[in-house]
């Protein structure tokens, strides 16, 4: 059995200003955002569309704000909107963690379209780019998530060589935010990534990645401890696999719409 580690959430301090490790690991997925599109550049199906690494930048900081509201914005609705109404404050202490993906997901939807408008970019060429991008700055905040000790994991045999002992709880616990950035984050990354460095149908690679992450986060859900459950169709789920199930179904029929309609894609030169 594993003993959590239970770090102190912060990373150093400058004078009256705290740097906490939950807001580095959002930096890391910001860094690694502009690295691995500075390698998509390189891939000839992307280079042909005309993308730039001034776009990358100019595209970066729509991001990083779509990921920040939405996130916290999805977090206050989703999952603690009794919470935050009585203590309004709390929803601008984003340092503290509490992001919720789904929420930041709709937050980049929103930015990107924006952006897109912008630069005057197909919208579906925008989130084809951005996609394989993604994944590995999600692994990075759910480590975030695991070094402030939140989303603590359901109950795990003490024969399981990794269960581990939560900070807080008095019995062991799958460590389920390594499990999501290992399999929502890390696994999903090499698929797409694979799979995106093909020219493929416009919207194609957006959407697999919408199919994916509601698929693991699906499966991973079972490992975490719920913020809450509902009953659907005669099943009880919890709230991240609900709102899963509509990113599943959306993007399997965009995946479909997008091999039947769309014009078949470049060759390679």
């Known amino acids: ?34 690295i691995l599109g500075r390698v998509r550049l390189k891939q000839p199906h ?24 939405g996130g916290r914005l999805g977090e206050v609705l989703f999952y603690g909107f009794s919470y935050y109404a009585s203590h309004p404050l709390e929803i601008f202490a984003v340092w503290k963690g509490g992001m919720s993906f789904h929420g930041g997901f709709l937050g980049v ?9 912008k630069a005057k970019f197909h919208l579906a060429d925008v989130y084809d780019f951005i996609a394989p991008l993604v994944p590995l700055g999600y692994a990075a905040g759910r480590l975030g998530n695991f070094i402030n000790h939140e989303l603590p994991g359901r109950v795990a045999s003490a ?51 919408v199919t994916l992450y509601g698929c693991t986060r699906f499966f ?10 509902v009953d659907f169709l005669g099943f009880t789920i919890s709230a991240g696999q609900m709102l899963s199930l509509p990113m599943i179904l959306g993007g399997l029929l965009l995946l479909f719409f997008s091999y039947k309609f769309a014009a078949k894609p470049a060759r390679k030169s």
């Open 1 to 34: 059995m594993l003993i959590h580690p239970n770090p102190d959430p912060i990373a150093f301090s400058l004078g009256p200003v705290s740097v906490h490790w939950y807001g580095i690991m959002y930096l890391v997925a910001f860094v690694q955002f502009i």
């Open 109 to 117: 939807l929103v930015a990107m379209y924006l952006w897109a408008r």
């Open 159 to 209: 024969d399981l060589p990794w269960a581990m002992m939560w900070p807080g709880i008095n019995f062991p616990v799958h460590p389920s935010p390594i499990y999501q950035a290992l399999v929502d984050g890390l696994l999903v990354f090499i698929i797409l990534w694979l799979f995106a460095m093909r020219a493929r149908p416009r919207l194609a690679v957006g959407a697999l990645y």
């Open 220 to 229: 991973t859900e079972y490992f975490r401890t719920p913020d809450y459950e």
């Open 46 to 69: 992307i280079a042909a569309k005309g993308w730039t690494r001034e776009h990358i930048d100019d595209m970066l900081f729509f991001g990083v704000l779509g990921v920040i509201i």
